[in-house]
């Protein structure tokens, strides 16, 4: 079975300060891996995807993300925070492109002024 | 990439009604993919709808509760039965494009409140 786990339901950081959100996997097979942005009252945005490819993959928005087997982390970063970064992210995971996605519990990220 | 609608938008039931939510897709897709997301919750996958084939549950989701038609590569509906306020939520339905990409695509969600 596979499962994401989000360390932090609410991050908090100062505009243009570095963002972090951490994501753990557990895959029996070779992950697929994805985070997603979900502004306030607004649909669910891909950010980024790993697809086997580079390990290092680089999203919209600025954000990146780092896959590590060795921790099973595919955490993700920006940065400079903005004030317009103030959302819920999701990590994911999945056994495929194309097969059903298995979302982490969230977390809410703030920016400070 | 696929544009998603969904039907309605947003809904106020009375508990023991029904609604059925419907999803149109602007290109044809294999997979469909139906999400709930309570509030201030991640999002749950009810069922996989294959066009031709009976929906596929998760654990925890049944066909009576949650009954899904798939007539075609463009459109599905799911229908949320016998409403209690427990079922106030958002759904959504995702598709996977038939792009190189394989990206999923989520519809904006229905918003489902149940009084």
């Known amino acids: ?113 | 990439s696929a544009v998603i609608s969904q039907k309605p938008s947003r809904d106020i039931c009375q508990r023991g009604t029904s609604l059925t939510i419907q999803c149109q897709v602007d290109s044809q897709v294999t997979m469909m993919f139906w999400y709930r997301q309570q509030p201030g919750q991640s999002l749950t996958l009810i069922a996989t709808a294959n066009q031709g084939s009976e929906a596929t549950y998760e654990s925890g989701f049944v066909i009576d509760k949650f009954p899904i038609s798939r007539p075609n590569l463009t459109f599905s509906t799911l229908t949320v039965s016998n409403l209690s306020p427990e079922d106030s939520s958002i759904y959504l339905c995702s598709v996977v494009g038939q792009d190189v990409s394989y990206e999923q695509y989520f519809g904006p969600g229905t918003r489902l409140t149940v009084t």
């Open chain 1, 1 to 113: 079975a596979q499962s994401v786990t989000q360390l932090g339901s609410h991050v908090s950081v100062s505009e243009g300060a570095l963002v972090l959100l951490r994501c753990n996997y557990s895959s029996s097979v070779p992950p697929y891996l994805f985070w997603y942005v979900q502004y306030p009252n607004q649909g669910l945005q891909l950010l980024l995807k790993y697809t086997s490819a580079a390990t290092l993959v680089k999203g919209i928005n600025g954000f990146e993300a780092e896959f590590k087997k060795s921790e099973t982390s595919f955490h993700l970063t920006k940065p400079s925070a903005h004030m317009s970064d103030a959302a819920e992210y999701f990590c994911a995971v999945s056994l495929s492109s194309a097969s059903k996605i298995i979302f982490g519990s969230g977390t809410r990220l703030s920016i400070r002024p």
